[in-house]
């Protein structure tokens, strides 16, 4: 499994846009990017994912470094709804389909 | 998104009882799901993933015997922990998933062993 470097922690105000960045050095050429959340005491939530390209959804951006190695989640506007622990994981494209979480990035948003 | 239905969301039970913990996906099939535990403060840690039909796959240090999987069919599965003891006590999540797309979380079931 690809290895992800997160920050312990991130703040951010409220209504502002919010760059959680990821350092996945190790991932393959086939690993999709995923991002997942985790509110407290609750199951995780999808956000995003992505495999080269830039993505957009509703709830968030997901920028990819050109050689892969790093990516950013970008909440546009981040609201006291978005505080949560954020995971990037990597999952390999082809072969067995696992989810493995890291530590993740406990995200604080401030009113 | 998907709803994943886990029950019960709390359960005390007694040490050396066994205490079943249901998922079931509600609106969607999917091939492949995952058990997690996780501990106060920590990260979600992956127990086993199993595929319909198949036997679970379980982690490094994760008892098999202890922590009976089963996955039914495509919308699901149960797992089951044998002769529950105090450092049992967590906070089980299911999930299920297709391989590289989005994967969908049941919303806990706390165990508490006394």
């Known amino acids: 499994d690809a290895k992800t470097t997160q920050p312990n922690s991130m703040e951010s105000n409220e209504e502002e846009p919010v760059h959680l960045p990821c350092n996945h050095s190790t991932i393959s050429g086939t690993d999709y990017i995923h991002w997942y959340r985790q509110l407290p005491s609750q199951g995780p939530e999808y956000v995003i994912h992505g495999l080269t390209s830039n993505v957009n959804n509703r709830m968030a951006s997901l920028a990819i470094a050109e050689d892969r190695k790093s990516s950013t989640l970008i909440l546009h506007r981040a609201t006291l709804r978005d505080a949560a622990v954020y995971y990037c994981?990597?999952?390999?494209?082809?072969?067995?389909?696992?989810?493995?979480f890291g530590k993740g990035t406990k995200l604080s948003v401030i009113p | 998104g998907a709803v994943v239905s886990q029950h019960p969301s709390r359960v005390i039970c007694k040490s050396g009882t066994s205490v079943k913990i249901e998922c079931r996906s509600l609106?969607?099939?999917?091939?492949?799901m995952f058990w997690y535990r996780q501990f106060p403060k920590q990260s979600l840690m992956l127990m086993a993933t199993?595929?319909?039909?198949?036997?679970?796959?379980?982690e490094q240090g994760v008892e098999k015997d202890k922590f009976l999987i089963n996955h039914a069919s495509l919308t699901l599965s149960t797992l089951t922990v044998t002769s529950a003891h105090p450092e049992d006590s967590s906070f089980y999540i299911c999930g299920w998933g297709l391989a590289n797309t989005e994967a969908f979380f049941g919303q806990g079931t706390r165990l508490t062993v006394v």
């Open positions: 609106d969607f099939q999917a091939t492949t």
């Open positions: 199993s595929n319909e039909g198949s036997k679970a796959t379980y």
């Open positions: 994981i990597p999952t390999e494209g082809a072969g067995s389909y696992q989810l493995t």
